[in-house]
């Protein structure tokens, strides 16, 4: 099945953007630790997502009537992959950039498109995924939180958790059952647009290991929406979930996640007059693996420009991805550790513990890695 992924160049036109994006973060990241840096797409920053909005690098991919910049994935690639690299703090607009927008576009009435879109494409309008409740994660299609229909919209009860940035966000595109129980599993699930400022909404920061605050309990108590608040079709929010995981799943930040991290290193082993073979053969190996990560993930590009909805091979890129992410800083830990009289710069060992704490959750955040494979295992007739 994976022959539908053909090795794709980055067209011209998307690296011609890589030089201005490159010479804006050289100077909006100036000064910034490492180990901020490091946080990148969890980095919240409003101001900066402003800033990006005013350069028309919100949105790039939207059409130029909702205010986007009517550009190609691969554009959007290239923008992504030198905002990663640099560490900018891009959290505050990543979602609305990523998916949700996409999303509205797609599924949305253009009303709904002509009231959202412009104000994300100018960092204005933040968003959430409301997709995972307690006791509903892997296992999504078991989502309790119910939209029900009164007589001006849809009253909305339960709960969502792992939120990441409800607490920031101005909306979320929750998953809910707006017909039947939770044992018809993905029948009856729809998608609605939940305004956070809207009455009856309880939202509760929770401190993850590193002590950050990026995702959040969210709690809805008759909370009521308007008939707008659909988005796509009533019943129809499984498709609609599982098309949005193609985008959440296969972009550059499934591969960049430790990326400040290793480059801090090689920065580090440059300054070394004779960095250790095992040091350099690390340096080789991850790099040869990020290689061939970075052309998997422009090929599923490539599917998603053509309005495919790789689902599957989005899946593997994440799942692979993620592998790298982890493996590199236990493996930069393991090679300083070889030199543990070394001097180490004081960047580089907060950035290494940053990483460290934090890399266990690049394999939950998004679909976990046990999740992963069993699709793709079913995407090779194997279950
Ligand atoms: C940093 C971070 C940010 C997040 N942000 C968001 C967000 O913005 N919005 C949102 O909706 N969610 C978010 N999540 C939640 C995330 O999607 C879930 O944590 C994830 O889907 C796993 O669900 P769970 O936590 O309920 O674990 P469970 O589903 O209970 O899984 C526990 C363990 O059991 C394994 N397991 C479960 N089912 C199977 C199976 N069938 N076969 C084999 N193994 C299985 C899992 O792989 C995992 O190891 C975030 C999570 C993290 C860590």
């Known amino acids: ?44 920053d409003a101001e900066f997502s402003r800033a990006l909005g005013a350069r028309g690098w919100i949105g790039l991919t939207l059409p130029t009537a909702y205010g986007g910049g009517g550009r190609d994935l691969f554009a959007r690639f290239v923008l992504v992959e030198e905002l990663l690299r640099a560490g900018a703090p891009v959290a505050a607009h990543w979602i609305a950039d990523r998916q949700s927008a996409p999303h509205i576009l797609k599924f949305g009435t253009p009303a709904q498109a002509a009231f959202y879109l412009p104000r994300i494409c100018r960092g204005e309008a933040f968003f959430c995924i409301g997709m995972s409740e307690p006791g509903s994660g892997s296992d999504l299609a078991s989502v309790r939180t119910r939209a029900r229909r009164t007589a001006t919209g849809w009253q909305l009860e339960g709960q969502k958790i792992w939120t990441t940035n409800a607490h920031r966000s101005q909306y979320m595109i929750a998953l809910v059952r707006s017909s039947g129980d939770a044992g018809d599993r993905q ?23 590193a002590g950050d605050s990026h995702f959040c309990e969210v709690f809805f108590d008759g909370v009521q929406l308007a008939e707008d608040a659909l988005i796509g079709a009533e019943g129809d929010g499984w498709n ?56 998997l993930s422009v090929s599923v590009n490539a599917r998603l420009t053509e309005g495919a909805s790789p689902v599957v091979e989005a899946a593997l890129v994440k799942d692979m991805g993620t592998t790298l992410e982890q493996f590199i800083p236990a493996a930069i830990a393991d090679a300083l550790g070889d030199d543990p009289d070394a001097p180490l710069p004081e960047g580089l060992a907060r950035t290494l513990r940053y990483v460290a704490s934090v890399a266990p959750s690049f394999s939950l955040r998004g679909g976990t890695r046990e999740v992963l494979r069993g699709m793709i295992a079913r995407g090779l007739g194997l279950r």
């Open 240 to 295: 609609q979930v599982t098309s949005e995981l193609a985008y959440e799943r296969s972009g550059p930040e499934r591969i960049y996640s430790s990326v400040v991290l290793l480059d801090e290193w090689l920065a580090h082993l440059r300054t070394q007059r004779e960095p250790s073979e095992a040091s350099l053969a690390l340096a080789g190996r991850v790099l040869a693996t990020m290689t061939v990560l970075r052309s």
């Open 1 to 44: 099945m994976f022959d539908s992924l053909t090795l794709t160049r980055l067209p011209a036109e998307a690296e011609a953007l890589r030089a201005p994006v490159r010479a804006f973060l050289a100077e909006a990241v100036r000064g910034m630790p490492p180990e901020q840096r490091a946080r990148s797409w969890s980095g919240f």
């Open 187 to 209: 029948k009856g699930l729809s998608q609605v647009i939940v305004d956070l400022s809207l009455p009856g909404i309880t939202i509760r920061p929770i401190a993850d290991l």
